[in-house]
C-alpha cells in the first residue's frame, strides 16, 4: 500500500508567504533551548588554583641542634618555614638517604600552612652533604586565607649536616576555598 498526499489545490500566493515566513520562524522558535548553566556549587566545594614558587633557606640549631630547622621563605609563600625530622634517616632504595619531615610554615601575613608529615628522598654527596632527589609535601589547610587549602610542592636542594643549613626551591599549586 503506497501512502501519498496529495492536494487539487494549487498553493496560494499566501498560502506561499505563510510557509515561506512560518517555517522558519517555527524553526528558529522550537529548536534547541540553549545549553543550560551549571548549577552553582556550594562556596565550600569551590577552589582557586594557584601555581606557587620560591625559595628556603634554613639553619639547624634555632630549635634544636640535630633535629629543627628555622630560616626564611621567600616567594609566593613568603614568611618563615620551620622543619622537623621526624626520627633517625633511613637508608632507601639505590644507596639513597630517606628523611621524614614535618614542616612548619607562617607566611608573613600571618597565616599558618598545614602539612601532612613529609618524605624526603636523598643522595649523599658526602658524610654531611645530601642532594635532594625527591621531596613531596602535601599542604592540607591552615588559617587565614589557608583555611580549607589544599595543595602540593615539590622541592630540590641540599642539606649540609657539616654546617648545619638547607636551601630549598619550592614549587607547585596552592588551591584556596572560597572565602565567604
Known amino acids: 500500500m503506497k501512502n501519498t498526499i496529495a492536494s487539487t489545490r494549487p498553493l496560494t500566493r499566501a498560502g506561499l508567504i505563510a510557509l515561506v515566513v512560518f517555517v522558519p520562524a517555527m524553526a528558529l522558535f522550537s529548536g534547541a533551548s540553549p545549553t543550560p548553566k551549571a548549577a552553582p556549587q556550594s562556596g565550600a566545594t569551590e577552589r582557586h588554583c594557584v601555581p606557587v614558587g620560591g625559595t628556603i633557606m634554613t639553619n639547624f640549631g634555632a630549635i634544636d641542634p640535630s633535629t629543627n630547622t628555622l630560616g ?3 616567594g609566593d609563600l613568603q614568611g618563615a618555614v620551620s622543619a622537623t625530622l621526624l626520627g633517625a634517616p633511613q637508608p632507601g632504595a639505590g644507596g639513597t638517604v630517606v628523611f621524614h619531615v ?3 610554615w607562617v607566611t608573613e601575613s600571618g ?3 598545614l602539612f601532612d608529615p613529609a618524605v624526603a628522598t636523598t643522595a649523599p654527596l658526602s658524610q654531611t652533604l645530601f642532594a635532594v632527589i625527591t621531596y613531596p609535601a602535601h599542604i592540607t589547610g591552615g588559617t587565614g586565607k ?3 587549602a589544599t595543595g602540593d610542592l615539590t622541592f630540590i636542594g641540599e642539606v649540609d ?3 648545619l643549613k ?3 626551591r619550592y614549587s607547585g599549586q596552592v588551591c584556596f576555598a572560597e572565602q565567604d
Request: proline share 6%.
Open 111 to 113: 597565616d599558618t600552612i
Open 166 to 168: 638547607t636551601v630549598f
Open 72 to 74: 626564611p621563605a621567600t
Open 161 to 163: 649536616f657539616g654546617a
Open 102 to 104: 614535618q614542616h612548619h
Open 146 to 148: 589557608f583555611a580549607g
